[in-house]
């Protein structure tokens, strides 16, 4: 795996630019108890990607400022779409399905929302016009292959104008002509997502059967809810294998990202790490469409204490971790790397299983935890789809962030139990969480940036 970071994908929104270390440190201070997350990744993508397709106005109100939803916006704005930002509030005026021509390349950065979502709401255009579109070099490197495949079923036209089966993409505008389509769901839930997001704007209906199931399935259920506040009806079966989309057109709405729930887990492992409480206000256990809220189920089979309020969710960290578990992080995957770096601190081994697919994410996400733990003379072993952490107590050291902020933010989290524990390369965590080291030191740890 690269270890330089690709700094084309930090965006005007990113934070930390000449910043090459931080070092985190547990302060003298309780940690304070309450903490607001900013808006969930993949809430405001969705709204902004279907609220610029769509007919009309819409406003998309708790947006996540991050580099992940700057590059979404600004090839949409290259699409046609306008979008006026001010505060964490999105006013769009959507194309109606009709995005305008682009001389130049669209740049989508590094988030595999954008580069899943928009290709074939792209090419389900029927303007006859041609865009290339352009991702980062480790996007560039993550699959799309699948998805390609399945808009091409249903009839869409796109290239590959780099290697075949990866990003960059030429795409033109002849529409989605329908039919039957069938995808496998193993590799990522974003192509189902994808598909699905394109399907409304097809000419006929479109029958979607998923041949293995799908890895982060609650991410296409965010997908289907957001779709219908843009005024699409997606009818599936209960086990996630069959969609159905009949052809219409996305309308404006005004609409609300709840906090970004795989954000307020690295505040839900602190806790846990601290023997401290730390509650995340305004995001709820049960309406959440958000996998990763499920993450503090996780905690309380390891000993935390959960309170699940109507408005928030609160942990307590036990005396000591449970340890001798199995866990399949396969539904909530994005916190296998925040399990890894808690569960050292268990009594017993933790093993993380069913999670191959996060081989294909911002890093090699099992290799990149297997080295650092390794760097931090903790016992591992690696498994094709998760590792096997063994209790120990990690010793300080300077943590490769591998250009990816989950890497960066949960083994961070270190820094308030264990000595000498800084990030390299900390901007990275700009992709989704910006100010997260403030969010730190707003909680009570302490951050120096070098
Ligand atoms: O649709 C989404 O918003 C996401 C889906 C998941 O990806 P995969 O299904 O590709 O693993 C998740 O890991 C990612 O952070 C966000
Ligand atoms: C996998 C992730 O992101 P994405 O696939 O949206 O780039 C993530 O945020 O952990």
Not at 45 to 58: D, M, P, Q
Not at 363 to 379: C, N, P
Not at 391 to 417: C, E, N, Q, W
Request: a neutral charge.
């Amino acid at each position: 795996m690269t270890s330089t970071p690709d700094l084309e994908a930090r965006s005007p929104w990113a934070a930390l630019h000449n910043v090459s270390q931080v070092t985190v440190k547990r302060s003298n201070r309780t940690l304070k108890k309450d903490i607001a997350i900013p808006g969930s990744k993949s809430l405001t993508n969705r709204a902004l990607i279907l609220a610029a397709a769509a007919k009309g106005n819409s406003s998309v109100e708790g947006i996540l400022k991050s580099d992940d939803s700057y590059w979404c916006i600004e090839a949409l704005k290259r699409l046609g779409a306008e979008i006026q930002v001010d505060g964490d509030i999105a006013q769009i005026k959507g194309v109606g399905g009709e995005w305008r021509r682009s001389k130049e390349a669209l740049y989508i950065g590094a988030g595999g929302t954008v580069a899943r979502f928009l290709p074939g709401l792209v090419a389900a255009a029927r303007t006859g016009e041609s865009w290339t579109i352009k991702a980062s070099k480790r996007m560039s490197e993550r699959p799309v292959k699948p998805l390609i495949d399945a808009l091409r079923q249903i009839g869409a036209t796109i290239n590959y104008e780099g290697k075949e089966g990866f990003y960059p993409l030429g795409i033109t505008g002849e529409g989605l002509k329908g039919g039957h389509v069938d995808i496998s769901g193993n590799t990522s839930s974003q192509f189902i997502s994808g598909l699905l997001m394109a399907s409304a704007h097809a000419e006929a209906p479109v029958t979607v059967r998923i041949t293995e199931p799908i890895v982060q399935a609650s991410y296409v259920l965010i997908t289907i809810e957001l779709m219908k506040q843009f005024g699409i009806e997606v009818s599936h079966d209960q086990e996630l294998s069959r969609f159905d989309i009949s052809p219409n057109t996305y309308q404006g709405n005004h609409v609300h990202m709840e906090p970004d729930a795989s954000g307020a887990c690295y505040f839900f492992a602190l806790a846990a790490l601290t023997q401290s409480t730390i509650r995340v206000n305004n995001i709820s256990y049960e309406h959440s469409y958000q996998p990763d809220i499920r993450f503090v189920d996780v905690l309380k089979e390891m000993g935390c204490h959960v309170v699940i309020g109507p408005d928030y969710v609160e942990v307590t960290g036990p005396k000591t971790l449970k340890g001798n578990k199995t866990f399949s992080m396969r539904a909530m995957s994005d916190q296998a790397l925040t399990l890894a770096a808690i569960a050292p601190f268990a009594d017993g081994p933790i093993t993380i299983r069913e999670v191959e697919h996060i081989r294909h994410h911002e890093s090699d996400r099992i290799q990149a935890a297997t080295e650092i733990l390794t760097s931090l003379q903790i016992k591992v072993e690696e498994y094709n789809d998760g590792l096997k952490i063994f209790p120990g107590k990690p010793v300080g050291t300077l943590i490769r962030s591998y250009d990816d902020h989950r890497v960066a933010m949960a083994f961070s989290l270190l820094g308030a139990v264990v000595d000498d524990i800084s990030i390299h390369d900390p901007g990275c965590v700009s992709k989704t969480f910006p100010n997260f080291f403030e969010k730190l030191e707003e909680i009570g740890l302490t951050v120096t940036r070098k």
